[in-house]
């Protein structure tokens, strides 16, 4: 079995991404937080159905969650957005450097109407010393992006129809995973990215590679993230910093609306391969379908017998419930 992410699109942003020449441009003020940008990208905001949208990479090509953004400190990258609906929307993004030009709110007027294209400029930047004395502390983290504009002030349409993806500023020297990061985003209501189990994210991996997860917190609900069988460090990356580092090592965490973060593990490090729950702690979250799995294979990339057995229970609903 190949270790293949479902329901995550996963951007390494290392070209142009083609220019949307026949779309017309919104007109915006020139001041960005940074310029010529080193990376660009463009997204097609899209139905998906039924009050339901997304971001894809290519016209007709839209998930939820849209697809993982990724630069380094000291980068620039600018993400033009199509918008082939018929609704108001932006993209709002967490965590990086931007001018009221690129807020993606009413409030900036950098919404873009139906039919329309934008292109917003994002800056990530290391960590330095203030001239008081005192640290920035950069930009590296797991952040993300979303809607601000579909609905109201809030874009609170935008969010509940799907409208949000991750967003992974790197450190230089930072471990990078084997396979694309995993997406996890809690909400909104009491579901995984508005899915319940098991058609929530099935992630894979073959035991010994590194993986990654993102965790998104989205609507109106506190939640927690449960990892089986897999612990991480609770810090910026989810790895110490050294042999004997004091901080707390953890498997659950809470997350809440709009918080996000992430962490790396070995998959089945000290504890083998098989189907590894993840999940909200929340019970009545559980139970009401806010789990899914992560899905370790052997090296050799082969399901065990035990592993196979629980994904067909998960399938026919037997390893799970949900009202």
């Known amino acids: ?21 026949s779309i017309a441009q919104v007109p915006q003020p020139a001041e960005q937080v940074c310029e010529p940008p080193t990376r660009s990208v463009t997204l097609f905001a899209e139905p998906l159905g039924p009050h339901r949208y997304g971001y894809g990479l290519t016209p007709g090509g839209a998930s939820s969650p849209g697809p993982t953004l990724e630069i380094s400190e000291g980068e620039c990258l600018a993400v033009t957005l199509v918008n082939d609906t018929d609704r108001r929307l932006s993209m709002h993004a967490h965590g990086v450097d931007y001018t009221v030009a690129s807020d993606g709110t009413p409030l900036n007027q950098s919404c873009v109407r139906p039919g329309r294209a934008r292109t917003y400029v994002f800056a990530a930047h290391a960590s330095v010393a203030r001239e008081d004395g005192s640290l920035d502390p950069g930009s590296a983290g797991y952040w993300h992006y979303h809607d601000h504009c579909m609905g109201g002030d809030h874009g609170t349409d935008g969010i509940r129809s799907g409208l949000f993806g991750a967003f992974i500023v790197r450190r230089e020297g930072d471990s990078v995973p084997d396979v694309p990061p995993f997406v996890v985003v809690m909400g909104p209501g009491k579901t995984i990215g508005l899915l319940k189990a098991p058609d929530t994210p099935v992630f894979e991996a073959n035991e010994g590679q590194r993986v990654e997860f993102v965790v998104i917190g989205h609507g109106d609900l506190v939640h927690t993230f449960h990892l089986h069988g897999h612990r991480w460090v609770d810090n910026r990356t989810g790895l110490p910093s050294s042999l004997g580092d004091p901080t707390r090592v953890i498997d659950n965490r809470t997350v809440g609306p709009a918080d996000s973060f992430g962490f790396q593990v070995v998959a089945g490090e000290g504890v083998g391969p098989g189907a590894w729950m993840y999940h909200c702690h929340m019970q009545g979250h559980s139970d009401a379908g806010m789990t899914g799995l992560f899905l370790v294979a052997t090296s050799d990339g082969v399901l065990s017998a035990a592993g196979a057995d629980a994904l067909a229970r998960w399938r026919d609903g037997s390893g799970h419930t949900h009202g």
């Open 1 to 21: 079995m190949r270790p293949r992410p479902l329901l995550v699109v996963t951007v390494v942003l290392s070209a142009l991404v083609g220019e949307v020449a």
